[in-house]
């Protein structure tokens, strides 16, 4: 490993990660029926244990102490899971149980629990794998607040596991985005996890809106960036992906 690598992973390591991470758990899973029929996704098992599980794992380890939690389909399970399988981690619920509100709509809902600035957001439903440093560390040690109101990490289409899409976005040699061209491909895929600044929450839509809303606003700001996942990441979107992702777990 070169001096210049070996500083990098050091630099990586030490980043403070944010202490809070909002968990986005409230989705209805329908492409992985017929699993989520009884289940929420977040609790369907990969590698014998929840996807949930495997999200929290990560976060524990990367020093991460609460956690915002939203629910809607079949809530109580998720909370009941939580209550035996977060220790460590301080567990608040963000309450969706009256309507749907999508990804972005559940960011604003859960804002007034947010006590980090920036904060993680991760999807419950991810499963990665550290490349050479901790990949939460990673995405942290790239924040910068004078540039940023938006960091996702990205990992190139030619690596993400299972993913049958054309890729999100384009970056350019600073990290920052834009998105994929209609009937494009991409070279880099959304991998669910980011880091986002309060203050992008500001001023949005009320009810049910995506996530794409808030990006599209940092977009044309020119305050959304990109961070690139050394490591491995599986998209688990229907049951066929699992065995496969096991199947690769294995081997590696």
């Known amino acids: 490993m070169s001096a210049r690598r070996a500083l990098r992973l050091r630099a990586e390591v030490a980043a403070e990660v944010p202490k809070t991470a909002m968990v986005m758990a409230a989705g209805l899973g329908k492409r992985m029926r017929p699993l989520t029929a009884t289940r929420p996704k977040p609790l369907v098992e990969v590698a014998g244990r929840a996807l949930l599980d495997h999200v929290l794992d990560r976060l524990r380890s990367a020093g991460v102490q609460k956690v915002v939690v939203n629910v ?17 981690l301080e567990v608040v619920i963000s309450d969706e149980r009256d309507v749907l509100l999508e990804t972005g709509g559940g960011l604003v809902r859960a804002g007034p629990l947010i006590d980090a600035d920036p904060f993680l957001v991760v999807n419950s439903d991810n499963l990665w794998i550290d490349g050479p440093a901790d990949t939460l560390r990673l995405l942290a040690s790239h924040w910068d607040s004078e540039r940023m109101d938006a960091l996702l990490l990205l990992v190139p289409h030619a690596r993400a596991q299972n993913h049958r899409g054309m890729g999100d976005f384009h970056m350019d040699r600073t990290g920052r985005l834009r998105r994929r061209e209609r009937s494009r491909v991409a070279p880099f895929v959304y991998t669910g996890i ?21 990006w599209n606003k940092a977009i044309e700001a020119g305050r959304c960036f990109g961070a690139v996942h050394q490591g491995l990441w599986f998209d688990v979107g229907t049951p066929a992906a699992i065995p496969k992702t096991e199947a690769f777990l294995a081997d590696a």
């Open 72 to 88: 809607h389909y079949l809530p109580g399970a998720v909370e009941a899971h939580l209550a035996t399988k977060a220790d460590g």
């Open 194 to 214: 980011q880091m986002m600044a309060k203050s992008l929450l500001e001023g949005a839509p009320e009810g049910p809106f995506s996530t794409n809303i808030l």
